[in-house]
């Protein structure tokens, strides 16, 4: 059972990137899914959620009109699409799995996670 987190790199300020989250072993329709960052000397926080029941998504405000999270269950993958990128987005991204429901931006909710992409937005 794997979650693997890709996409990341450097970016500058305005610019944009698209994260994916593929699973292996096991079925991602049948998880919620969220994405969480950590930037350096920060607490990991919650930036995006997606339903397995009816695709509902739900952002953080720091991204919320920025940032688009997608699923595709027949290709078992997440995306996370990011558009106009500041400098405070920098940020090790995680996805992760849930699959009995909870509290959606609490990590601890989560059954799986990824092992992390590294965004960096710089000029």
């Known amino acids: 059972v794997q979650l693997q987190a890709s996409g990341g790199g450097l970016v500058q300020p305005g610019g944009s990137l698209r994260l994916s989250c593929a699973a292996s072993?096991?079925?991602?329709?049948?998880?919620?899914i969220a994405w969480f960052r950590q930037a350096p000397g920060k607490k990991r926080e919650g930036v995006s959620y997606?339903?397995?029941?009816?695709?509902?998504?739900d952002y953080s405000d720091s991204v919320k009109g920025r940032f688009t999270i997608s699923r595709d269950n027949a290709k078992n993958t997440v995306w996370l699409q990011m558009n106009s990128l500041k400098p405070e987005d920098t940020a090790v991204y995680y996805c992760?799995?849930?699959?009995?429901?909870?509290?959606?931006?609490?990590?601890?909710?989560?059954?799986?996670w990824g092992q992390g992409t590294q965004v960096t937005v710089s000029s």
């Open positions: 997606i339903s397995k029941r009816d695709g509902k998504a």
């Open positions: 072993g096991f079925t991602l329709g049948a998880y919620n």
């Open positions: 992760a799995a849930d699959y009995l429901g909870g509290s959606v931006w609490r990590s601890l909710t989560y059954d799986y």
